[in-house]
């Protein structure tokens, strides 16, 4: 059994954050551990309180998981403040992870801001240069690189520009743009793009947290970062054909059927 750690925020409304990687963990084979970063209060319409976790206490959930367990990957989502996001540099660091993902959790579909915009330059400047894989959506790659991307050229532009920032790989997301959804991966020598149909529906929360999840559980399972890739890229499509509403608003993706 491979052990796959989120540091994340919590979405009481089940679809997103921690709930959503443990539930991508354990739909994949693996067993899943959480550091909770902060609380979110939720529901399918929206986000109505965030409390951020002090860091100490962060950084106390990590060393208590890494001084006892064995690690194979780890999963960071919503960081929330630049003091949590160098409590997680330092702690990953100091007990050498492995197979880290970054998913530069920015902004909620429902608005509602998971990283304070000023933190944003702590995230890029600590956690990128540890990471296995950054996993920006174009929105979070427009952040980062301070430019507008419409195009498949300006994705592959924005993905060199984030792995000169430290990341081993990067791939940014296409799903926010028309048509089929279309991810480019960057390693530092070749671009290697993969194609999914879109799905019509708008259930999508949690998207981006269990896509994520799945890269880090396949690469703590032993797969290469393409195999990784291209099995979250599955996962993902059968967990969002599969969909269902919970609320009045966006429900969440589905993890077993
Ligand atoms: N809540 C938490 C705690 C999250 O980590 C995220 C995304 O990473 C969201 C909400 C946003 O989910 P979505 O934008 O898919 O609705």
Known sequence: MKHVLTVAGSDSCGGAGIQADLKTFSALGTYGMSVITAVTAQNTTGVVM??????????????????????HAVKVGMVSSAEIITTI???????RAVNIVI???????????LLRPEACETLVKVLFPLATVVTPNIPEAEVIVGGTITTLEDMKGAAVEIYNKGAKNVIV?????????????YDGKQFLQFSGER????????????????IAAYLARGLTMTEAIEGAKKYIHRAIAHSFPIGRGVGPTNHFH
């Open 50 to 71: 965030v409390r951020e976790m002090d860091p100490e206490m962060v950084a106390a959930q990590i060393n208590c998981i890494f001084e006892d367990i064995k690690v």
């Open 89 to 95: 540099g330092n702690c990953l660091a100091r007990h």
């Open 103 to 113: 998913d530069p959790v920015m902004v909620s579909k429902s608005r509602c801001n």
């Open 173 to 185: 997301k296409g799903g926010h743009m028309e048509g089929p959804a279309i991810d480019v991966l």
């Open 199 to 214: 799905v019509a529906t708008t259930n999508t929360h949690g998207t981006g947290c269990t896509f994520s999840s799945a």
